[in-house]
């Protein structure tokens, strides 16, 4: 049992004791979400075998959710639980999607010994809290979504860490979050490991920290105007600085919401020195084309919504020598980017990236919980480097992106969800493949408290 595991279970005694206390049992809720997902990957390219450009997998999810209320007093203290499990209906070995040179598992699950699927995975998250006025302090299991750090829910089973963090609202207006992360536990696996980021992360010889530090500030100059600066450290990896701004401006008869964003990464410690701490971007000078930490990461994404329309258009550029840094323990990780799509993210070191969007709601033409959308982006200034020489000058990398999605309202099947993500990606890049990517997902929500 590791340390945040045992601290949990010691709290949850003590709670016991007080599990009649008006509060804690009154204000506790508790949720099974079902999702149902599908997913294959095709790789288009001619000349790679079978398993290297199929992927194809299929399962059903089931995560249980409980929050406590907290206790009568001064401090309140409570805990939540969130237990996962995930269920193969279909896969098989040669498509799994399982990486020879790791350890990591495939597509959606784990991987057992022989190299395929497993029939089933599970795992079980314990957080206490404690809160005085209006502060609380959370020690355990956490899902944060925060610019310096994002757990990622695309697969069937969502991505978690462990560790502490303390969120204060106490000044209008103001929310202070602070916190340390220790450990994460992939998306596609009931284990947990260290921190990392890309060249550093792989499974068998990679290196990896158990400290990353975070710290923001979210000032809410009023209803339409939010302005953020958060810090992230990520020990012997990486120090990040985020500013952001969004502002919603009521012109005619919609809303222009704009999203500025600007991130700042720097090295610490043995990343500034050890290739074995390096991470991957533009670096002529070394054969393995990998360096410390530098990246200024930019970016602007303006959305126009009338009459249930949605359109807009955003720019990135990403400067540096290296790409843009985030917590990547190689097995399928989330950045916060207005270009973190459904296969790329259009990070790299000089990557330009601009992008069109356009999403409608059929509320509007009386159709409610029926809703569409597309992206395209393009990014283009993109070098790589092998063996000391440039691989790519110059490349170019697309994507586009459809979804479409309902969501029953009434009737003995309200809440019912669907939704069809559908993906083509293109790309110049020495050494990447284009892929087409389908995912269906079906979702459903019992509340049990």
Do not use: C
């Amino acid at each position: 049992m590791n340390r945040s595991t045992l601290a949990v279970a010691v709290a949850i005694g003590l709670l016991a004791q007080q599990a009649s206390a008006a509060g804690f049992i009154e204000d506790s809720k508790a949720t099974l979400k079902l999702r149902n997902f599908y997913i294959n990957n095709d790789n288009r390219d001619s000349g790679t075998p079978k398993n290297a450009s199929y992927q194809e997998e299929w399962g059903q999810g089931f995560q249980l959710d409980y929050t406590s209320g907290f206790t009568q007093g001064t401090v309140g203290f409570g805990v939540d639980a969130i237990g996962l499990l995930g269920v193969r209906l279909d896969s098989g070995k040669g498509r799994h999607g399982n990486p020879t040179s790791a350890n990591y598992g495939g597509t959606v699950f784990p991987t057992d010994s022989d190299g395929r699927a497993v029939s089933d995975f599970s795992s079980l998250g314990l957080t206490a809290k404690a809160k005085i006025s209006q502060t609380e302090l959370r020690y355990g299991t956490l899902m944060p979504k925060l610019p310096v750090i994002v757990s990622n829910d695309g697969r069937l089973l969502p991505q978690t860490f462990e560790g502490g963090q303390i969120t204060s609202n106490e000044f209008k207006d103001l929310t202070f979050v602070g916190g340390q992360i220790e450990h994460a536990k992939g998306r596609n696996s009931s284990n947990t490991e260290g921190l990392s980021i890309a060249g550093a992360n792989n499974a068998r010889t990679g290196e990896f920290s158990n400290k990353f530090l975070y710290g923001g500030v979210d000032y809410k100059l009023n209803k339409d105007l939010l302005l953020q600066y958060y810090y992230g450290n990520l020990e012997d990896f990486y120090k990040q600085h985020f500013l952001g701004l969004t502002h919603n401006w009521s012109i005619g008869p919609g809303v222009l919401k704009s999203d500025v964003r600007y991130f700042n990464s720097s090295d610490d410690g043995k990343n500034g020195s050890d290739p074995a701490y390096f991470t991957t971007g533009d670096y002529r000078s070394n054969a393995t084309g990998k360096g410390k930490v530098d990246n200024n990461l930019y970016s602007a994404l303006f959305l126009y919504t009338v009459e249930g329309h949605t359109f807009g258009g955003g720019y990135q550029v990403s400067n540096g020598s290296s790409d843009f840094p985030w917590l990547n323990q190689g097995d399928g990780s989330s950045a916060y980017l207005t270009t973190d799509m459904q296969i790329s993210k259009f990070a790299r070191a000089g990557e330009r990236t601009w992008q069109a969007r356009y999403s409608y709601d059929f509320a509007k033409v009386g159709v409610p919980g029926l809703t569409a959308g597309a992206v395209y982006l393009r990014g283009d200034n993109i070098d790589t480097i092998s063996g000391g020489k440039v691989a790519t000058n110059g490349g170019s990398e697309w994507e586009r992106d459809l979804t479409l999605a309902y969501v029953v309202q009434d009737g003995a099947l309200k809440n019912l969800g669907v939704m069809w993500k559908n993906a083509m990606w293109r790309n110049d890049i020495a050494g990447q493949r284009d892929q087409d990517e389908n995912r269906l997902i079906v979702s459903y929500s019992i509340p049990l408290l």
